[in-house]
């Protein structure tokens, strides 16, 4: 079972340019989320979806787009990359309502914009 | 605000000592987490925690909750190396969205 695959594991940016974070779960999952992972910070939420079609904010969005097409695959756009957002990504999926859910996390993609 | 806080940021323990990492949350709360972290790779899932006095072990490492304190504990009990790693604890909130805390890097030291 490959569980959340996130691509691609390293990329560097230049400022301003713009690129697609991908991930894709397999285990049919409602819920998908991005989390950006900063020293001393913690992960903090960017963008989540509760299914296909819908998505929402989260604590730190901006400079982020998301959409949600299927339930498999939930990409994180980065419209003009800066150096704030130099960091760790991590894309998640859980499942709704279950007494015992948990999040299930890819591997991280560790972006680099210079 | 919804907040999660632990403490300590940073441990570093002997071999074979006992130690316990807390987690304050601001507010109610249905799930408690526990991930582990190892440097470069992504958040192991250690445990959940559903209701008041919930209590989940799995060999050094019990995990503890008390709503009413909205208080988590994560006890080590004779710390060896391979538990050297970061901890996070996370809550949900009452919806599927996480907040985590900024986690506990443990440093185990023979």
């Known amino acids: 079972n490959a569980g959340v695959t996130q691509t691609p594991k390293f990329q560097v940016l230049k400022t301003g340019q713009s690129m697609t974070l991908q991930c894709a779960q397999d285990?049919?999952?409602?819920?998908m989320s991005w989390y950006r992972q900063d020293p001393g910070m913690g992960l903090r939420l960017i963008h989540y979806?509760?299914?296909?079609?819908?998505?929402d904010q989260g604590e730190v969005p901006n400079g982020y787009n998301v959409s949600r097409s299927t339930t498999e695959d939930f990409p994180l756009r980065l419209l003009s990359a800066a150096p704030s957002q130099t960091s760790v990504y991590f894309c998640?999926?859980?499942?709704?309502?279950?007494?015992?859910?948990?999040?299930?996390f890819g591997q991280g993609t560790r972006l680099t914009v210079v | 605000e919804l907040k999660v806080e632990q403490n300590p940021l940073f441990l570093s323990m002997q071999e074979g000592k006992n130690y316990t990492i807390y987690c304050n949350y601001s507010?109610?709360?249905?799930?408690l987490y526990w991930y582990r972290q190892d440097p470069g790779k992504s958040l192991e899932s250690l445990f959940v925690?559903?209701?008041?006095?919930a209590v989940k072990q799995e060999g050094r490492l019990m995990a503890s909750l008390d709503t009413k304190a909205r208080l988590s504990t994560l006890h080590i009990t004779a710390a060896v190396h391979d538990l050297s790693a970061t901890y996070f604890c996370?809550?949900?909130?009452?919806?599927?969205?996480?907040?985590f805390g900024t986690g506990t890097r443990l440093t185990i030291i023979p």
């Open positions: 925690l559903l209701s008041n006095g």
């Open positions: 979806s509760v299914g296909a079609g819908i998505t």
């Open positions: 507010t109610t709360s249905d799930r």
């Open positions: 285990m049919n999952h409602e819920y």
């Open positions: 996370a809550s949900n909130f009452g919806n599927e969205k996480l907040t």
């Open positions: 998640a999926s859980s499942y709704r309502g279950a007494s015992t859910t948990e999040a299930f």
